[in-house]
């Protein structure tokens, strides 16, 4: 199938250890912000969301932390498998703007084994 | 499978050619959402739905681009006389008030349209 993300920064991992993905979002008004997997030739797919009065939000094997102050948001995924291989994506969303989606930029997850 | 479906999955169509998508979203899920996304780069919205009216579109929707939900469940997308620049992924995503959040967006898999 097609790739999606051809020329996006990737990330390679050794299977087993952790993996941290960074983001800078633009809008310091945005409420939500959150983490999606893209997998080639699929939708996005949901992991972890976390609002604007929270630093930080755990899920299983996910972390979401999220600072304000520069506008910076973070995915560690703790004992990468080789299923996490992915396109990852951050997102912004403004409850006030319809709740539409705004991305960044992808990053590539290579697990290697 | 989030629930969400779309079809066609893939669209070859010829430059000036008309195409028509379609997106099923999560039974009762009261927003519809249409994004496209070309390679490498995140996904962008194109226009959303709160039952069958049209909220908001974004300015990449030029006026040969066309969405209706006609009884605020599914909804298509018409793109009119097709540039090549229109060839990417077409995703839908639904929320509503029945999801855990009434932020969470649920993406279908995408209509990846061809222009040639």
């Known amino acids: 199938g097609e790739s999606v993300g051809l020329h996006l920064p990737t990330l390679s991992v050794q299977e087993g250890d952790n993996s941290i993905i960074n983001c800078a979002y633009s809008?310091?008004?945005?409420?939500?912000f959150i983490w999606y997997k893209q997998e080639s030739g699929k939708g996005p797919q949901f992991i972890i969301d976390?609002?604007?009065?929270?630093d930080k939000r755990q899920g299983q094997r996910v972390t979401v932390l999220l600072n304000k102050t520069v506008k910076h948001l973070s995915l560690q995924i703790a004992a990468t498998q080789p299923g996490d291989s992915a396109v990852y994506f951050c997102a912004e969303n403004t409850r006030a703007a319809g709740n539409k989606l705004t991305f960044g930029g992808g990053t590539r997850v290579l697990v290697k084994p | 499978d989030t629930g969400v479906s779309q079809d066609p999955r893939h669209k070859i169509t010829k430059r000036g050619q008309n195409v028509t998508f379609r997106c099923d979203p999560i039974?009762?899920?009261?927003?519809l959402y249409w994004y496209r996304q070309t390679l490498g780069q995140g996904p962008e919205f194109l226009t959303y739905?709160?039952?069958?009216?049209?909220?908001?579109k974004s300015r990449l929707l030029s006026d040969r681009f066309s969405a209706e939900r006609p009884k605020g469940s599914f909804s298509t997308l018409e793109i009119q006389r097709t540039e090549q620049g229109d060839s990417a992924m077409y995703l839908c995503?639904?929320?509503?008030?029945?999801?855990?959040?009434?932020?969470?967006?649920?993406f279908g898999p995408g209509t990846r349209l061809t222009v040639l």
């Open positions: 976390i609002r604007s009065n929270m």
């Open positions: 995503a639904s929320s509503g008030l029945t999801s855990g959040s009434q932020d969470e967006q649920f």
């Open positions: 809008n310091s008004a945005s409420d939500y």
């Open positions: 039974s009762e899920h009261n927003r």
């Open positions: 739905f709160q039952n069958e009216a049209q909220l908001e």
